[in-house]
């Protein structure tokens, strides 16, 4: 048995990629892992000056700071990554996966930054527990709680509320047709 699909037979080649598009796939990989890390440290630069001075000196207990790094990890780390992905669907595209409209980035903006609403919320919720827990085990309970935020999310039917093209990625001929 072969790992071949079965539209592509065995005498089947795909086509190569030429050493200028290896390289500007290599810039683009670089320059969104970039923005990844660099928004990563960033959430946590603006989240830490925000936790040490007044707005959120007061509900934040010193052992739940840690919640708050994690949760400016993963806000950061999405956004500097999603928004380049999403600034490359605009203008890049093809037969079988068409730009994305501005309409349709705008959307997906949105989502992202829901999410990272949501994040935030999660984290900061977390970081209560720095009232009773020390630092340590709030920042364990953090990571879990910010990397598994997503699941209740993902649970959502995006298609009721007019939001299946921002989260589904929709393929082939068939999906082609619907898009028009």
Do not use: C, H, Y
């Amino acid at each position: 048995m072969s790992a071949e699909s079965g539209a592509e037979g065995p005498g089947t080649r795909r086509p190569q990629r030429s050493f200028a598009a290896n390289v500007a796939f290599g810039a683009g990989m670089l320059l969104v892992l970039a923005t990844a890390t660099l928004g990563a440290f960033a959430a946590v630069a603006l989240l830490g000056g925000a936790v040490d001075t007044a707005p959120l000196s007061s509900m934040v207990p010193e052992d739940g700071t840690n919640a708050l790094v994690v949760g400016g990890i993963a806000v950061g780390g999405l956004t500097g990554l999603m928004l380049p992905v999403i600034l490359f669907g605009m203008v890049r595209g093809n037969e079988t996966t068409p730009r994305v409209g501005p309409g349709a980035a705008a959307r997906k903006v949105l989502a992202v930054l829901v999410f990272d609403i949501w994040l935030l919320i999660v984290a900061l919720l977390v970081a209560q527990l720095g009232w009773f827990l020390p630092a340590q085990v709030t920042t364990v309970v953090a990571v879990f709680a910010v990397g598994f935020s997503w699941m209740p999310l993902a649970m959502v039917p995006w298609e009721r509320f007019g939001l299946g093209d921002v989260f589904a990625k929709r393929r082939g001929p068939a999906a082609s047709r619907q898009a028009e």
